[in-house]
């Protein structure tokens, strides 16, 4: 989905630094100036150590969290609260255990004032398109963990959103569904390109699926300290892609920065149990 305001970006974060309390009344610098686009219908993954701050990020690119200086600025617009614009994909669905697949992704739909008749019918087509049309009248505890995961990311999805906000949104998956959901969002993002921001710690999952990967310092006070062009041919099959030698390449020179920042982290962790 390209922006009719034409090249401003989809997030663009600028000289973003962000502080938090701690016991004792001092403060703990979790991310220091840091400056990242990412531009309309660009899928970016954002890769670092535990603790380097990348969910930290996202939540400032959502208006959830007001960073301590710098801005955000949303195709062009400083933020100001909430990031209308963004849809947000946790870790851990959000699915009410109440509701039916159905209902989960309709009431998604409430906040727009859209009729119940209509919202149930767009939501049935969105479970048709994440493969869910047969559980629509299934509650939560009745999914896997990758169908809860498809209708999270219908609800996701039906409000078409310009942007897409994901926090390791398949981490707590099995590697084979782990393929399955990253071809499905790979297959779904290709129709319209929504802008991705993207946040994993597994490195091979980041460059199957990303246009750029950035790569983030360990803390405190972490910051970009790389980006990677992936060019590599779409569409793409997550499990195929990993066999190219150009995805070999690539993974070689990402991890050779990415190694030292994760040793990084381990040996400040190590410090501080010591």
């Not at 809860?148 to 990311?153: F, N, P, T, Y």
């Not at 921001?197 to 999952?205: A, G, K, R, S, W």
């Not at 190219?244 to 190694?259: D, G, Q, T």
Request: aromatic share 6%; proline share 5%.
């Amino acid at each position: 989905m390209i922006d009719p305001r034409g090249d401003a970006a989809a997030v663009a974060l600028r000289g973003v630094s962000i502080s938090f309390v701690v016991d004792g009344g001092g403060t703990y610098d979790a991310v220091a100036r840091t400056d990242l686009a990412v531009a309309p219908g660009e899928f970016v993954a954002v890769v670092g150590p535990t603790g380097c701050g990348k969910s930290t990020l996202l939540n400032v690119a959502a208006g959830l969290l007001r960073p301590s200086t710098g801005g955000t600025e949303i195709f062009g617009a400083r933020l100001e609260g909430l990031n209308a614009r963004a849809g947000y994909l946790f870790q851990q669905d959000a699915l009410m255990p109440w509701k039916t697949a159905l209902d989960n992704v309709a009431v998604a739909l409430e906040p727009q004032g859209v009729a119940r008749a209509e919202a149930l019918e767009r939501a049935r087509g969105w479970l048709a398109r994440v493969g869910l049309e047969a559980f629509a009248a299934r509650y939560p505890h009745m999914l896997s963990g990758g169908q809860r995961k498809r209708v999270a990311l219908a609800q996701i999805l039906i409000r078409d959103p310009a942007i897409l906000l994901m926090d390791e949104p398949f981490g707590p998956l099995d590697a084979q569904t782990r393929q399955i959901m990253g071809n499905l969002l790979l297959d779904l993002w290709a129709r319209d390109r929504k802008a991705v921001m993207f946040v994993t710690h597994d490195l091979e999952e980041a460059i199957a699926l990303s246009d750029r990967v950035v790569v983030m310092s360990a803390g405190p006070a972490a910051s970009i300290v790389g980006e990677f062009r992936v060019d590599l041919a779409r569409p793409r099959d997550i499990a195929e892609i990993r066999t190219e030698p150009a995805f070999h390449e690539i993974h070689r020179a990402i991890w050779a920065k990415l190694r030292g920042e994760v040793r990084k982290a381990y040996a400040l962790g190590e410090g501080r149990a010591s």
